[in-house]
């Protein structure tokens, strides 16, 4: 049995600012109301959010078609979709 494809949640990146140290959890199943960001939408399904932690202040582009295979960070692979 395949996977579970998560939804699309966009095709495109979302930029977000981050600080040093602070922990973000991103949204795997792409149905999160708060993207990037977790909500709880993946309670009873396969998807679970990804834990990320900054490394420095900044921005950073956080996927939103799910599909990246940098998790959580966008690698472009929207464009293929």
Known sequence: ????EPHIAQKS???VRLEAGKTYYWC????????PWC??????????PLAYVA?????????ACKHTATKPL?????RKL
Request: with cysteine; glycine share 16%.
């Open 1 to 4: 049995m395949a996977d579970p």
């Open 13 to 15: 990146p979302i930029k």
């Open 28 to 35: 795997a199943c792409g149905h999160s109301k708060n993207q």
């Open 39 to 48: 909500d709880g939408s993946h309670r009873g399904g396969p998807f679970r």
């Open 55 to 63: 490394d420095a202040d900044g921005e950073k582009w956080f996927c």
């Open 74 to 78: 966008c690698d472009g692979t929207h």
